[in-house]
């Protein structure tokens, strides 16, 4: 039995074993199905990625206190190298600040990073933030949360790395607003032997969305707009990048069919994306913002849609300067079942 296995009986036993008053057995199984061609052209790289991803959770749950451990494990088809399973193990603290503490799976965010913060592929394959998250809510009016993410930790061949996130949106009925801030610090090894990166992204943006969560109607309109900023720089060169741009979004719903019109046009966001020092591990955003104009147009419909599973197909069609349309196919299962049991019955 290896070192991982023998953790996992151990906490579990542990948490099993807890006595208290009002105490629940919880557990949650995610499945996560995806197919996504990209026929992608010029300067994008094309790629398909076919596989699965399942975590399962089991934990205690003491209000306002919760532990919960599992893991995430991906099989990518076709793939020769094996992905070891991503330990989860966090604690949660729930009043009217909320806090967590570990390897937090994804799903507990208030709001997903956009891709022009965190690339899509990145997401799937990273599912936790490793770190701190502090969440904040008050009556559907105002929510705001702050997270560190250290998805790489320093030794001779490993970069230092981290990236602090706050995020907000403040709104009531149809009309609101909110913000993505991030700030992404790409250090050395041990050796001392790289650059050292460091990027700011601010992104503040004005919402619209009818009907309101109160109202209920087959017909739906979301639209976003608002800026986007950031500042790059290398130590190395002393080099600052400050580009700035519009993004903004428009999205039309009726039933399980939607269209979505994503735009962005300014500076290029990812300066070195092509310096093998940084990349796109250093960014770890959707390389398509790096070029002065970017649409997104996706046709999306849900085939199958309940509390459990959502089976969907989406068509993208990706528009950059000097290309031919980069095409991308996607289809998504997403499963969850979960389990509540009084420990005292």
């Not at 735009?263 to 390389?287: I, N, T």
């Amino acid at each position: 039995m290896n070192l991982r296995a023998k953790l996992f009986i151990t906490i579990l036993s542990t948490l099993l074993c807890v006595n208290g008053y009002s105490q629940w057995l919880t557990a949650d199984l995610y499945y996560d199905g995806l197919f996504d061609n990209r026929e992608f052209k010029g300067d994008m790289q094309p790629q398909t990625i076919y596989g699965m991803r399942l975590m399962p959770e089991i934990g205690i749950d003491a209000a306002p206190h919760r532990i919960r451990v599992g893991f995430s494990k991906i099989w990518e088809f076709g793939a020769d190298d094996i992905i070891d399973p991503e330990i989860i193990l966090y604690y949660r603290y729930r009043g009217p600040v909320s806090y967590f503490f570990g390897a937090i799976p994804r799903n507990n965010l208030q709001r997903q990073l956009p891709d022009a913060f965190l690339y899509d592929s990145i997401a799937f394959f990273e599912p936790t933030i490793k770190g701190t998250l502090i969440q904040y809510s008050c009556r559907d009016v105002f929510e705001t949360e702050l997270y560190c993410n250290w998805f790489s930790r320093q030794t001779f061949t490993d970069r230092e790395a981290f990236r602090i996130v706050w995020d907000g949106f403040v709104g009531s009925g149809m009309f609101g607003g909110g913000w993505f801030v991030a700030m992404t610090h790409f250090a050395n090894t041990m050796q001392h032997n790289h650059a050292l990166y460091e990027k700011f992204q601010f992104n503040p943006y004005l919402s619209f969305e009818y009907p309101s969560k109160e109202s209920i109607t087959n017909f739906r309109v979301k639209a976003d707009a608002g800026m986007l900023f950031s500042i790059v720089h290398c130590r190395a060169n002393d080099f600052w990048y400050n580009p700035i741009g519009f993004l903004g979004d428009i999205q039309l719903g009726w039933k399980g069919f939607d269209i979505k019109s994503t735009v962005y046009a300014g500076g290029p966001q990812m300066q070195y994306l092509d310096d093998p020092e940084a990349g796109l591990a250093f960014h770890r955003s959707d390389p398509f913002y790096n070029h002065s104009f970017y649409n997104k147009t996706e046709f999306g419909v849900l085939l199958v849609s309940d509390s459990r599973a959502q089976l969907g197909f989406r068509w993208n069609l990706h528009f950059t300067p000097g290309t031919p349309v980069h095409n991308q196919q996607l289809i998504t299962l997403k499963y969850r079942i979960g389990m509540n049991k009084n420990l005292h019955e």
